[in-house]
C-alpha cells in the first residue's frame, strides 16, 4: 500500500501495469512500455489473462497494480477505487464473443454451458442473449479457462461454450460450429458498438496523472499504427503459439478508433451493456456520471 501511494504521489518508481498478452493489448501497449511515447510516465508490464486482472481489480486498495486491463462487466465493481480510461480498451463491431455447438443448431435449454468468466463482458453479453433467445432458459454454466472451453464442447463434456478473441478464428479446427454470435445479437438489437475490455487506473493518481496515463494510451496506440512493424515481435513473443495470420487478424479485429477514444458512442455501448445487465440482476446499478468522474 505504501508503494502504491508513492506512485500515486509521483515517486516510487514506474507505474505497476497488468494487461493480457492477447495480441490488441500488446499492439496497443508496445510503444509505451518500450519507453517510445515521448512523455509518458514509466511503467513496469506484469502480464496476467483478464479474469485474473478482474479479480485484482476487485481487491480494490489492495491490488497490487495502479492500471489494468479489465472486463467492462467487471467495471460496476470497482469503480469506487478505480477510473475508466477512455482510451486503450477494445470495443467494436462483428468481435463479439460466440457460443459454439459439436451438432450445428443443438438447442440449449437446460443446458450446460461453459463460460470463461462470470465477471467478463461476454458472460454479460450471453445472458442477455439467452434471455431473449433460449425458451425456458439455460441450465448449469459451468467456469473453464478460456483455453479448455472448445476441447470440452468437443469431447461432449458440455453442451456449448461461450469462447472468446482468437477462437473465432479457429474453432473449425475443433470441428465445432457457431450456435449464436453475441456481438451480432447486441449490435442488432442497440444498434450500439460491443464493449470488451477496458483501461482502469487507481483515482488515488489524481487527475492530472489519470490525464497522462490516457494520453500516454492514446499515443501508444496511434504510433503502433503508423509503424506496425515495430512491435511485431513484442506481440509474437506473447502471442501463445499463435501464427501471424490469426494475429493480424486479432488486431484488426479489436484494435480500432475506439481504442483510441471511447468517444459518445463508446460510452453509450457501456452504459448500454451495464444499464440492460442491471436490468437483470447481472451488475450492480451504475450511478448515472459513474463512468466519467
Not at 92 to 115: D, F, I, K, S, Y
Not at 142 to 161: K, N
Request: proline share 8%; glycine share 10%; aromatic share 8%.
Amino acid at each position: 500500500m505504501a508503494d502504491t501511494q508513492a506512485r500515486a504521489e509521483g515517486h516510487g518508481g514506474p507505474l505497476a501495469v497488468a494487461y493480457s498478452p492477447c495480441p490488441n493489448d500488446t499492439f496497443v501497449f508496445h510503444a509505451w512500455a518500450h519507453g517510445l511515447v515521448p512523455g509518458a510516465p514509466p511503467i513496469e508490464v506484469t502480464f496476467a489473462d483478464i479474469d485474473v486482472t478482474n479479480g485484482l481489480a476487485e481487491r480494490g486498495a489492495a491490488c497490487p497494480f495502479d492500471m489494468l486491463k479489465i472486463s467492462y462487466g467487471q467495471l460496476p465493481y470497482v469503480l469506487d477505487e478505480f477510473a475508466l480510461l477512455p482510451c486503450g480498451g477494445a470495443l467494436g463491431t462483428g468481435c463479439g464473443p460466440l457460443v459454439l455447438t459439436r451438432e450445428p443448431g443443438r438447442a440449449l435449454t437446460g443446458g450446460t454451458v461453459a463460460v470463461p468468466s462470470e465477471r467478463s463482458t461476454a458472460y454479460l453479453l450471453f445472458r442477455l442473449w439467452a434471455a431473449a433467445e433460449v425458451p425456458g432458459g439455460i441450465g448449469e454454466i459451468v467456469v473453464l479457462p478460456f483455453h479448455e472451453i472448445m476441447p470440452a464442447v468437443r469431447d461432449g463434456s458440455v453442451d456449448a461454450g461461450l469462447v472468446i478473441h482468437e477462437a473465432r478464428f479457429t474453432y473449425g479446427r475443433y470441428g465445432l460450429h457457431q450456435l449464436a454470435d453475441m456481438g451480432e445479437h447486441w449490435e442488432r438489437t442497440t444498434r450500439l458498438p460491443i464493449p470488451l475490455g477496458a483501461i482502469v487506473a487507481r483515482r488515488s493518481l489524481g487527475p492530472e496523472r489519470l490525464a497522462a496515463l490516457a494520453d500516454a494510451a492514446r499515443a501508444s496506440v496511434r504510433r503502433a499504427w503508423d509503424d506496425p512493424a515495430a512491435s511485431r515481435a513484442y506481440v509474437r513473443e506473447h502471442a501463445q503459439e499463435m501464427d501471424d495470420a490469426v494475429m493480424d487478424q486479432h488486431i484488426g479485429l479489436y484494435v480500432n478508433e475506439f481504442t483510441a477514444d471511447l468517444g459518445e458512442a463508446g460510452y453509450a455501448a457501456v452504459r448500454g451493456l451495464l444499464t440492460r445487465a442491471a436490468a437483470e440482476g447481472l451488475v450492480p446499478p451504475l450511478a448515472p456520471d459513474a463512468l466519467r468522474r
